[in-house]
T-cell receptor
Framework: NAGVTQTPKFRVLKTGQSMTLLCAQD?????MYWYRQDPGMGLRLIHY???????AKGEVPDGYNVSRLKKQNFLLGLESAAPSQTSVYFC????????????FGSGTRLTVV | KQEVTQIPAALSVPEGENLVLNCSFT??????LQWFRQDPGKGLTSLLL?????REQTSGRLNASLDKSSGRSTLYIAASQPGDSATYLC???????????FGTGTKLQVIP
């Protein structure tokens, strides 16, 4: 009964370093999403996927890349981290683009120094 | 573009009080509305999902209503407890192919 699992939970990066955030869901959901949450800004969509092998840009995609090689996994990559990418990142999934609601992971707190 | 507003941004109430949290949206052509709870440093936990054809949903001490014509949803919490302290967010899923829009939340503190 795991739902959506994100790893890691915390990470500190130096400017220019790269990293990958992993999201895994066990609900057989087609749709997966990456959001970032910043104080006063609410949740903003970075990228999303409508199924295995597909990805699409959201509201704030610059500086991020994603991949969905397997249906249950959605990876978010930062190629060259910047302080502006300091945020809390959430992964979410849904069966049919929110028709039945969304399930969220517990988040990754990323600090770029 | 759909805009979702939650007022107030913060609310403090004594334990035992019944309270109402508000969520307003600008475009009434929605598919559903979902209420979440977020504890500090944690993810979003789904509380209630209301489809556009429904007027309300209930779960325990929580009751969410939806009035599409006025662009408003309310989350009613009965007999509030300190454990209800959290930030409550609403998410509006528009019709068609538009993506969900989240409110910025109401931070609730229930004082023992």
């Amino acid at each position: 009964n795991a739902g959506v699992t994100q790893t890691p939970k915390f990470r500190v990066l130096k400017t220019g370093q790269s990293m990958t955030l992993l999201c895994a869901q066990d609900m057989n959901h087609e749709y997966m999403y990456w959001y970032r949450q910043d104080p006063g800004m609410g949740l903003r969509l970075i990228h999303y996927s409508v199924g295995e092998g597909t990805t699409a840009k959201g509201e704030v995609p610059d500086g991020y890349n994603v991949s969905r090689l397997k249906k249950q996994n959605f990876l978010l990559g930062l190629e060259s981290a910047a302080p502006s990418q300091t945020s809390v990142y959430f992964c979410a999934s849904s069966y049919s683009d929110g028709i039945g609601g969304y399930t969220f992971g517990s988040g990754t707190r990323l600090t770029v120094v | 573009k759909q805009e979702v507003t939650q007022i107030p941004a913060a609310l403090s109430v004594p334990e035992g009080e019944n309270l109402v949290l508000n969520c307003s949206f600008t475009d009434s052509a929605i598919y559903n509305l979902q209420w979440f709870r977020q504890d500090p440093g944690k993810g979003l936990t789904s509380l209630l999902l209301i489809q556009s054809s429904q007027r309300e949903q209930t779960s325990g001490r929580l009751n969410a209503s939806l009035d599409k014509s006025s662009g408003r949803s309310t989350l009613y919490i009965a007999a509030s407890q300190p454990g209800d302290s959290a930030t409550y967010l609403c998410a509006v899923r528009p019709g068609g192919y538009q993506k969900v829009t989240f409110g910025t939340g109401t931070k609730l503190q229930v004082i023992p």
